[in-house]
């Protein structure tokens, strides 16, 4: 049963440090998801890809958060520097095909800044 | 403006008891897509049903159904004989053909008791 990968699962760092997350997406899907959940806010959409290309990033803080996807098989998000108020779970999803198919959430990466 | 609300913030049933999800959204598209995904305490995203809006036809499947009324901008989730297994956080979430992406509702947790 093919699944969306996410590393680490979980991430403690300080105030300050770069954290990077990555993602591998279910092969053959071109389309890739970054959101982040937390209590406050729930399910924010933080960018996401289309064939490798951004196709949106507003949801996400333009001046510490980057997305990237450097191939096919790889999506990374990159916080720096990193604050409290990022503290999360951090979910990537993956969807081949139109968009209304549904999602392919990995598990999560778990962040806490301190 | 959130486009998909779940009034219901937590719910407590015992066991055997049936209970319902309230889902409303909103959009202007005339063509959308709206899901139901589960979030079990294991905290990873399964994604449960899905529905366009030509197809008001209720939708069950085993103890889960659903009802969609496009009068009411509504597509609300039923539990019958509820399980402790059922405890989880359940979101709604719309996707329009304008975006790509779907936006959640807040989420409402349900915990089934013994």
């Known amino acids: 049963d093919a699944r969306v990968t996410q590393t680490p699962r979980h991430k403690v760092t300080e105030m300050g440090q770069e954290v990077t997350m990555r993602c591998q997406p279910i092969?053959?899907?071109?389309?890739v998801f970054w959101y982040r959940q937390t209590m406050m806010q729930g399910l924010e959409l933080l960018a996401y890809?289309?064939?490798?290309?951004?196709?949106?990033d507003s949801g996400m803080p333009k001046d510490r958060f980057s997305a990237e996807m450097p191939d096919a098989t790889l999506a990374t998000l990159k916080i720096q520097p990193s604050e409290p108020r990022d503290s999360a779970v951090y979910f990537c999803?993956?969807?081949?095909?139109?968009?209304?198919?549904?999602?392919?959430f990995g598990n999560g990466t778990r962040l806490t800044v301190t | 403006a959130q486009k998909v609300t779940q009034a219901q913030t937590e719910i407590s049933v015992v066991e055997k008891e049936d209970v319902t999800l309230d889902c409303v959204y909103e959009?202007?598209?005339?063509?959308?897509?709206l899901f139901w995904y589960k979030q079990p305490p294991s905290g990873e995203l399964v994604f449960l049903i899905r529905r366009n809006s030509f197809d008001e036809q209720n939708e069950i499947s085993g103890r889960y159904s659903w009802n969609f009324q496009k009068s009411t901008s509504s597509f609300n989730f039923t539990i019958t004989a509820s399980q402790v297994v059922d405890s989880a956080v359940y979101f709604c979430?719309?996707?329009?053909?304008?975006?790509?992406?779907?936006?959640f509702g807040k989420g409402t947790s349900l915990l089934v008791t013994p």
């Open positions: 979430a719309l996707s329009e053909a304008a975006g790509y992406a779907l936006n």
């Open positions: 959009t202007r598209d005339t063509t959308y897509y």
């Open positions: 890809f289309r064939n490798r290309a951004p196709l949106d």
């Open positions: 999803a993956s969807v081949r095909g139109e968009w209304n198919s549904p999602l392919h």
């Open positions: 092969l053959g899907h071109n389309t």
